[in-house]
């Protein structure tokens, strides 16, 4: 069982930038991919950025390649997500999920959509007004 718990969203103007965290709890040796998606009113929920278990890839929908940065420290079991440049288009609920790895392999892909995905945290409200 993992438990994820998402933090630092809020308010911020246009063109302005905030940081997420994720702080996940996890048996001792469970490995897993993590990742953050956001669904904002009236959406479905869509894919924002993923990172693989070893920190090797990551990957970035098109909408927020050069202005987000996915980042996780295993050391403190927390996943974050820079936004810079923050649009009006990104106000959403975000976010965090894991993906459970049962053998792991350093040339493994990052997931990018929600079914490999087998845990998640409540979200954390981000509003960027204009």
């Known amino acids: 069982q993992v438990q994820l718990e998402e933090s630092g969203g809020g308010l911020v103007q246009d063109g302005g930038s905030l940081r997420l965290s994720c702080a996940a709890s996890?048996?001792?040796?469970?490995?897993?991919?993590m990742g953050w998606f956001r669904q904002a009113p009236g959406k479905e929920r869509e894919f924002v950025a993923t990172?693989?278990?070893?920190?090797?890839?990551?990957a970035y929908a098109d909408s927020v390649k050069g202005r987000f940065t996915i980042s996780r420290d295993n050391a403190k079991n927390t996943l974050y997500l820079q936004m810079n440049s923050l649009q009006p288009a990104d106000t959403a609920v975000y976010y965090c999920?894991?993906?459970?790895?049962?053998?792991?392999?350093?040339?493994?892909?990052?997931?990018?959509?929600?079914?490999?995905?087998?845990?998640w945290g409540q979200g954390t409200q981000v509003t960027v007004s204009s």
């Open positions: 999920a894991a993906s459970i790895i049962v053998v792991p392999t350093t040339t493994m892909k990052p997931p990018r959509t929600s079914y490999e995905y087998d845990y």
């Open positions: 996890a048996p001792t040796r469970s490995i897993f991919h």
């Open positions: 990172i693989t278990w070893n920190e090797n890839r990551v």
